[in-house]
């Protein structure tokens, strides 16, 4: 028994913010952008729109294509439309799944693939025989638009698809996992106000603990250690090399961070796959927003891996089943 990869679905804003529009009202460039971190542009939710509603019209794009018998949800998210409840019963009842299992995994810009081995794990251990799992984000309400070291660097967007049991050696066939965390880097990239431990009073307001802070060196560094050696520990358990991965498609969070990952793999640039430069860093939507745009062929053999806050990491691999993406 195994999960295997039935159907994607992904959804973007349709507004677009570029690099010179940032540029209108910040101390940064658009050579700066690109060259630091491969990103072009990015999408931004409208107000109003809230995680939730990316991770519905991705979920039912999925559904739609997957025809499986969905009996979960998990929804990946740092980004919930509320701090009580997740999203993950909202979004499986809008997508007329009933009164199913949901919940959301927060792990960060590492939560698509930690989300995606809760759902093997729900089919495993017999929950459901098909999963819901989506990766959603709106970073873009967490982000301080006058801090130039993170207002150039996220976007908003969603991808979901669904897993289902099937037998090893299957199309779609997803797993094994490696995953890990090192909680003594939390304060590295982090929203510190919001929680119990710094509730919004007007003090915290003030001083912009809403948003996002980033020591973005030390994250950078770490990525590119963490990533490699994740990807190194999945590939091990499954018995095989890099040489033997057609196409890495990492989290995107900056283009130089994936070219150092797969310098460091030997994954030479045919076998790289990069769309920052349209979406910037969407945290857990980046994976299934990658595999939407990668071209990726029927038995090809992709390596997944993600890096975040936490820190937390974690690497899959995954056999592209015939699927039908937009
Ligand atoms: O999703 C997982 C988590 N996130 C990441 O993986 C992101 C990890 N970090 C990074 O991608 C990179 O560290 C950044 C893109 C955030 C920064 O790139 P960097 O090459 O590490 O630049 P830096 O932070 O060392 O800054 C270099 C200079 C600084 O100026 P000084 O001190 O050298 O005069 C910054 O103030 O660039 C300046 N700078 C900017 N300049 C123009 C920082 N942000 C900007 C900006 N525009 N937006």
Redesign the pocket.
Known sequence: MTSVLKGLGVAVPSRVVTNDDLAAT????DE??RT??GIAERRIAEPGVATADLAVEAGAEALKRAEVDVGAVVVATCTADRTIPGIGPEVASRLGLGTIPALDVNAA?AGFVYALSVASGLIASGVADGVLVAGAETMSRVTDFSD??T???FGDGAGAVVLARGEPGEPGEVGPYDLGSDGEGADL?EVPGGGSRRPLDAAALAEGAQYLK?D??E??RQ?VRRMVASSEAVLAKAGLAAADVDRLVG?Q??A??LEAVADRLGIGEERRFLNVARYG?T?AASIPLALADADLVAGERVLLTA???GMSWGSTLLRWPDLPVT
């Open positions: 910040l101390d940064t460039s700066w952008v630091r971190t810009c130039r070291s207002a150039v660097l990239l980033m973005g060196r994250v950078y990525a989290h969070a900056n130089r961070i860093n945290s890096f975040g806050a």
